[in-house]
């Protein structure tokens, strides 16, 4: 008896904004919104980590500060981020752009619509849902970097 594999869709962006905190749920909107100008199908994890990296919000520094120690003594810092800056624009340059589908442009002459926004890929969502698991599971530390947040945060 032959097995059915089952695809699961995407997940649309408003929900997985509803399992995100607000700086992440900002952090998940610059990476759509990357994701659409660069006309990618899906917003993935790459487009996370190069949002985080563009962003100048409490997140990014925190993702800015765990980079900048563990990077190497031979380089500035400002080089190294530009140059992990650019390895995410040459990674998500080699994603696929998203196909316009032949019943889509049947309709276009007749009701134009505003670009949709790239769903959250599967693996990004699974990483998203991990990263809740992980909370629940060890909430002392989830509030130690929230804690970090803040200090940093008056600084």
Do not use: W
């Amino acid at each position: 008896m032959p097995v059915e594999l089952r695809r699961s869709m995407p997940t649309p962006v408003s929900a997985a904004r509803q399992c995100l905190a607000g700086e992440a749920a900002a952090a998940l909107d610059e990476a759509v919104a990357i994701a659409r100008r660069r006309g990618h199908a899906q917003t993935t994890s790459l487009h996370v980590v190069s949002a985080l990296l563009s962003l100048p919000s409490s997140s990014s520094s925190l993702l800015r500060d765990a980079l900048s120690r563990a990077r190497t003594a031979g380089y500035s810092p400002r080089l190294q981020f530009k140059a992990l800056e650019l390895c995410f624009s040459v990674a998500l340059d080699r994603l696929p752009s998203a196909a316009s589908s032949p019943c889509s442009n049947n309709n276009a002459a007749a009701t134009p619509q505003a670009p949709a926004e790239p769903p959250v890929s599967n693996s990004l969502m699974a990483a998203i849902k991990r990263s809740q698991a992980n909370q629940r599971r060890n909430p002392d530390t989830f509030h130690l970097y929230q804690h970090y947040q803040q200090q940093q945060q008056q600084q």
